[in-house]
């Protein structure tokens, strides 16, 4: 967990499971590699602060550092949605991938590219690969191209809003996030970024490669 980007008392943690409802069995009732998950739980109303929403990001602050955001080609997860989340926020409460970035914008050293899912296709159950370059939405916090939250973007959209203004900008952090917004408990699994998959385990995240 990083801990200067959490807000509350949320939960992510590694975790067995979840194994499908009651009533889901089959491929899709057990996460898509291994035995175990990123379990994340938020709550909507539980701070004195101006949103009361807590908030959470699990990454990595080490192995991205410095690495190029528009040699980002492959982003995506599995999602563990419960009819329960969308009840709290609807069917686009879902988790985020954030990478803290450099933007390189004039003196501007810092903001992050948030990606917004869009809904899962199931709930109750294991989602498929929710693809980042295709599907939801980017935007970044600070507003330094044409993708911010007013005006979001592809990921295509995205990068060439970086190559129009000249800007290399490189990632300081990676990570799976929620809040600050609606109540949300479920689970993440199979973050891919690039060529790489990150295989959430009880005993740690393990590092698998994409054929």
């Given at each position: 967990?990083?801990?200067?980007?959490?807000?509350?008392?949320?939960?992510?943690?590694?975790?067995?499971?979840?194994?499908?409802?009651?009533?889901?069995?089959?491929?899709?009732?057990?996460?898509?590699?291994?035995?175990?998950?990123?379990?994340?739980?938020?709550?909507?109303?539980?701070?004195?602060?101006?949103?009361?929403?807590?908030?959470?990001?699990?990454?990595?602050?080490?192995?991205?550092?410095?690495?190029?955001?528009?040699?980002?080609?492959?982003?995506?997860?599995?999602?563990?949605?419960?009819?329960?989340?969308?009840?709290?926020?609807?069917?686009?409460?879902?988790?985020?991938?954030?990478?803290?970035?450099?933007?390189?914008?004039?003196?501007?050293?810092?903001?992050?590219?948030v990606?917004?899912?869009?809904?899962?296709?199931?709930?109750?159950?294991?989602?498929?690969?929710i693809?980042?370059?295709?599907?939801?939405?980017?935007?970044?916090?600070?507003?330094?191209?044409t993708?911010?939250?007013?005006?979001?973007?592809?990921?295509?959209?995205?990068?060439?809003?970086?190559?129009?203004i000249?800007?290399?900008?490189?990632?300081?952090?990676?990570?799976?996030g929620?809040?600050?917004?609606?109540?949300?408990?479920?689970?993440?699994?199979?973050?891919?970024?690039?060529?790489?998959?990150?295989?959430?385990?009880?005993?740690?995240?393990?590092?698998?490669?994409?054929?």
């Amino acid at each position: 967990m990083i801990t200067r980007n959490t807000i509350g008392s949320p939960v992510a943690e590694l975790r067995d499971g979840p194994f499908g409802s009651f009533d889901v069995q089959g491929p899709s009732a057990r996460p898509p590699y291994g035995q175990g998950s990123l379990g994340i739980a938020v709550a909507s109303n539980s701070t004195s602060l101006t949103p009361p929403s807590e908030k959470v990001d699990f990454g990595n602050e080490v192995d991205f550092f410095g690495d190029r955001v528009l040699g980002l080609n492959q982003v995506g997860f599995h999602v563990f949605q419960t009819r329960e989340n969308v009840g709290y926020g609807g069917p686009g409460n879902m988790p985020n991938i954030r990478f803290e970035i450099d933007p390189d914008v004039g003196t501007d050293n810092y903001s992050t590219l948030v990606w917004v899912p869009g809904p899962s296709p199931v709930t109750d159950r294991w989602s498929p690969y929710i693809n980042a370059t295709s599907t939801g939405y980017w935007y970044l916090s600070g507003g330094e191209t044409t993708c911010n939250q007013a005006a979001q973007c592809t990921f295509q959209q995205l990068k060439a809003s970086f190559t129009a203004i000249g800007a290399q900008p490189t990632i300081y952090t990676a990570a799976v996030g929620k809040g600050r917004d609606s109540m949300w408990i479920g689970a993440v699994d199979g973050l891919r970024i690039n060529r790489n998959i990150y295989d959430f385990e009880r005993g740690g995240v393990r590092v698998l490669r994409a054929r």
